[in-house]
């Protein structure tokens, strides 16, 4: 063979390549055509009987030289990625996708604002176990001029025996400091028939880790006009973590906060595993605030303090920690509370750090 004859092969070659490039993005045009369809009509993306019609048509019409197992296996691949193509459709429709609003959404919590580019610090006990706990610890951080406490009254734990919080009356204690100290508080929901008692209580709704994908207590909170704190479950992917958030919102709640607290991973040396890349792949995909919660994601006060600035580094809205009149003698968590004394120098070497300046 000529190198002439060959450049010829090669040149037919390059155009039917060409062919087959402008039949696959019409292709894909109708693929997504008929994804709009589908979204309309509520009918799933997959269509397993669809697909295997499909296969069978190229089987009947394969006339060689491929071996139909072989064009098949090509034709699965660009199914594939025809479903993928109308998920990224999806993901532009989703009410939390940056995609579908560019501009931050900013939470107001009675004067201070969360995803304004200030970052702020949110700090209080795992569990409220007493009135003079709580306000001793809020005391503490309003010297400081914070104003965003949290503290535990409902507490789901992995074992039935463990401390499950003080419920109600934790709520009453929570509003009674935050009353009387003018503070935001945050707390637990953990059942979707507490959401409408809570809301005379407290400031902001937390959704638990292990709440993440309690798909009726997040239709709950997205009904009611309170800010929400949806914490990552600890096996979510980024995918359920931002469906999650889109459960609450499309029942009319856009006041979402999110929070990065560990993932379970195969490590012990903590806790969990801080996903940190977890901050600037959320406030990509989202134009939800997103936060960090160092205590849970390590477990460890001596971690606290590095974990933090790491978090304010890479863009995080807020940190959250705990802090406790007196770990030691916690009913819950007491290894990765920090006391007051601690509390105060974490937070001047972030401030010192310039990372945090509230």
Sequence with gaps: MSNEQLDQLRGQLDEVNLKILELINERAELVQEIGQLKRKAGQNRFDPVRERAMLDLIAENNQG??????LQHLFKQIFKASLELQEDDNSKSLLVSRKKRPENTVVQLNGDKIGNGDPKLIAGPCSVESYEQVYSVAKAMKDQGLNLLRGGAYKPRTSPYDFQGLGQEGLEILKRVGDELDMVTISEIVSPKDVENALDYIDVIQVGARNMQNFELLKEVGAVDKPVLLKRGMSATMDEFIKAAEYIIANGNENIMLCERGIRTYENATRNTLDISAVPVLKQ?????????VTHSTGRRDLLLPTAKAAYAVGADAVMTEVHPD???ALSDSAQQMNIPQFEEFLGEIREQGVFKG
């Design 65 to 70: 030289p491929f071996e139909t197992s072989t």
């Design 285 to 293: 995909e989202t134009h939800l605030p997103v936060m960090v919660d």
């Design 327 to 329: 770990p030691a003698v």
